[in-house]
């Protein structure tokens, strides 16, 4: 399974960002695609996953009401709508797949390579 992420980029508090995650390989072993970001110094954390199939969509608490993960099952691709950022919100974002929906980055078996979001004040 391999994992493209891109989209990232600078933007003022309260702009928007749309993240892409273009997957190829095996359907079945990435049934949920998920969202996480690391910030300078601190743990990889969850932010959003969604599965193919069963429509399960998890959140953390923190991007709440201001992110959107949504896909498109025909072009193999995960996108992360991100709105009304934050300067608290600029990591690397990273998508991932496993098998099942989980905030645990453990759960997660295959790993994009990462797009910076930075959100300046």
């Known amino acids: 399974v391999q994992l493209q992420a891109s989209g990232g980029g600078l933007v003022q508090a309260g702009g928007s960002l749309r993240l892409s995650c273009a997957a190829s390989?095996?359907?079945?072993?990435?049934?949920?695609m998920g969202w996480f970001r690391q910030a300078p110094g601190k743990e990889r954390e969850f932010v959003a996953v969604n599965t193919w199939s069963g429509g399960i969509t998890i959140y953390a608490d923190s991007v709440k009401g201001r992110f959107t993960i949504s896909r498109d099952s025909v072009k193999n691709t995960v996108y992360l709508q991100m709105n009304s950022l934050k300067p608290e919100d600029t990591a690397v974002y990273y998508c991932a797949a496993g098998t099942t929906a989980s905030s645990d980055r453990f759960e997660y078996n295959y790993w994009g390579q990462g797009t910076q979001v930075t959100v300046s004040s």
């Open positions: 390989g095996r359907t079945l072993s990435r049934n949920a």
